[in-house]
């Protein structure tokens, strides 16, 4: 079965430092991996996603993300954070199996909290 | 191009009455996706359509919930019965294809309210 952790329910940076928010998965296959962002009182917005290829992948609004496969870890992070930045995180993963649909399985989600 | 819209934004309606919650995919998708968000809480799925069929309705809570599509375009969750337990944001999202590689585009959701 699928599953990810989110572990920190909330995460508070200072305007302008390195932020890292943590996810890790389980899952059979070869995952795919994606991060979503909610804003209050919206739908979520994708971000970045993973599915092959350089571990490093780089997202909208200057998010990146690095795959670790042998830590089964997918963290965002954004070299320096906006007060902007600040929302709702969900990290999400289904099982890359070949054909077929396979379940988004979405984290609990850490609210990333930028203070000026 | 226009997203995914959802209506009503928000709904309030009494314990036992049926409601219906209407999505409308982007134009072109042919997956389509139901999801339950808690408050305070992550993403519950609940059904997927590939075209106007519902290959995997494992995520429904019970009986109470149904779900169409027609015309490969906008799908009714429909609920009967409420519950003050159904009280949640449903969420709607859709993509070009059913397959787990391609990214869903979520619409806003509707709140629901169950007295």
Known sequence: AQSVAQPEDQVNVAEGNPLTVKCTYSVSGNPYLFWYVQYPNRGLQFLLKYITGDNLVKGSYGFEAEFNKSQTSFHLKKPSALVSDSALYFCAVSNGASGGYNKLIFGAGTRLAVHP | ?115
């Open chain 2, 1 to 115: 191009g226009a997203g995914v819209s959802q209506s009503p934004s928000n709904k309030v309606t009494e314990k036992g009455k049926d409601v219906e919650l209407r999505c409308d995919p982007i134009s072109g998708h042919t997956a389509l996706y139901w999801y339950r968000q808690r408050l305070g809480q992550g993403l519950e799925f609940l059904i997927y359509f590939q075209g106007n069929s519902a290959p995997d309705k494992s995520g429904l809570p019970s009986d109470r919930f149904s779900a169409e599509r027609t015309g490969e375009s906008v799908s009714t969750l429909t609920i009967q019965r409420t519950q003050q337990e159904d009280s949640a944001v449903y969420l709607c999202a859709s993509s070009l294809q059913a397959s787990g590689y391609n990214e869903q585009f979520f619409g806003p959701g509707t709140r629901l309210t169950v007295l």
